[in-house]
């Protein structure tokens, strides 16, 4: 990438210098700088990019907006799960609050953004990360995938659920691909990404330096300018539409809609039983891999996850404001610590869950989760449009 050119406004970052902020060219740049954390989102980096967008939004010599990392490991591993185990061990709740109300907010400003956000997505782009990338695709902007990008929603492995409003984004993949990918956490590459219309466009990442140059050369009139330059640089739609069906998840697709669109994660695992006792052809293997996936989750927290999709008709902000009701409850009654214990600090992988089997989570346990500690009217996220 070429250096900024003599109109760009000087490069701001965060205390920590964990996120630098730039306008070159009428397009402003986020570029995430904590590789040694994955790029994990500390308060400080949220508060940053808010900043950021609050400034450029009203500016008409910005364009259009790229949040993007210049290290190729990943663009985001999600939030800061130790900073906030850590903060809730102490009793500091007022800064796990600050943090998920904070990134929440900024999820939504990236979601309803008046301008153009491109998201470059490579390497690893999970929770944190997908909050503040999948808003593009409703900005007019795009979310740009690579060969080595690796997306996931990974929360029921450390007792939590898809929060950042993936919800919303979930119950509107095809079919039953949301309720899936929110129960398993399973991982998935740029092609399946394509094919649940969680990414737009692929570009394989050795071109990313050129696209970025020719961003910062070119002149543009209108942010549809800056997107139509990336589309003409991506890989063309129907490759891109090719390589989608030919998919993980496409040649999945068949039984995923056939087990995952069960009522309940109880239901789900005997439809995944019945066909890998029959013990006949690829499918009975893949049943067998997903029981064993499923197995190693929160039972509750699976429960959660899929309810949390299921009730995902509202908009965004209701969304969001769901997910901060249910941080608090995962934090103080569900198995979020404990998973993180297991998973992060510990690194035992010996989680002792709040529920043996998910065929013990009854109706009353996952509704309670949702119960909000906040009336209407003191919401922290009660400005937030709908």
């Given at each position: ?73 990943a663009f985001c591993a999600g939030g800061d ?306």
């Open positions: 990438m070429s250096q900024p050119s003599p109109s760009s406004s000087p490069v701001s970052a965060d205390h920590e210098q964990h996120v630098r902020t730039h306008v070159a060219n009428r397009i402003g740049y986020i570029e995430l700088d904590r590789p040694q954390a994955l790029n994990a989102l500390s308060t400080a980096m949220v508060d940053a990019m808010q900043d950021a967008l609050d400034r450029w939004r009203d500016d008409p010599d910005v364009l259009a907006v790229v949040v993007r990392t210049p290290h190729p490991r799960i130790r900073f906030l185990y850590e903060s809730f061990r102490a009793g500091d709740q007022a800064a796990l609050d600050t943090f998920f109300i904070d990134e929440y907010r900024l999820d939504h400003a990236i979601f309803s953004y008046p301008k153009p956000y491109i998201a470059l997505l490579n390497g690893v782009v999970m929770g944190g990360g997908m909050g503040i990338s999948q808003g593009a695709h409703r900005t007019g902007g795009l979310r740009l995938v690579g060969a080595t990008t690796r997306m996931a929603m990974p929360e029921t492995r450390i007792g939590l659920f898809p929060d950042v409003g993936m919800g919303w984004l979930l119950a509107r993949t095809p079919g039953a691909l949301g309720r899936y990918l929110a129960v398993t956490g399973e991982t998935i590459d740029a092609a399946s990404a394509l094919y649940a219309g969680l990414a737009d466009v692929f570009l394989d990442e050795s071109a990313w330096p050129a696209l970025l140059d020719t961003l910062q050369t070119e002149t543009f009139v209108t942010g549809a300018d800056v997107i139509e330059r990336i589309r003409r640089a991506a890989l063309p739609a129907q490759e891109a539409r090719r390589r989608a069906s030919e998919s993980a998840l496409a040649i999945a697709r068949a039984w995923i809609d056939r087990h995952f669109s069960q009522p309940d994660v109880g239901a789900i695992l005997a439809s995944l039983d019945a066909v890998r006792q029959a013990g006949k052809g690829s499918e009975s293997e893949w049943a067998e891999q997903t029981i064993g996936v499923l197995r190693e989750r929160s039972p509750l927290s699976m429960a959660v996850s899929l309810e949390a999709v299921s009730r995902a008709e509202g908009s965004m902000a209701d969304v969001l404001r769901r997910d901060l009701d249910l941080t608090r409850s995962s934090f103080a009654r569900g198995d979020v610590m404990e998973g993180i214990r297991a998973r992060i600090i510990d690194k035992d992988n010996r989680p002792n869950w709040r529920f043996a089997r998910v065929e013990d989570v009854r109706a009353e346990d996952v509704n309670a989760m949702f119960e909000s500690p906040w009336s209407l009217t003191d919401h922290p996220l009660r400005a937030l449009p709908d």
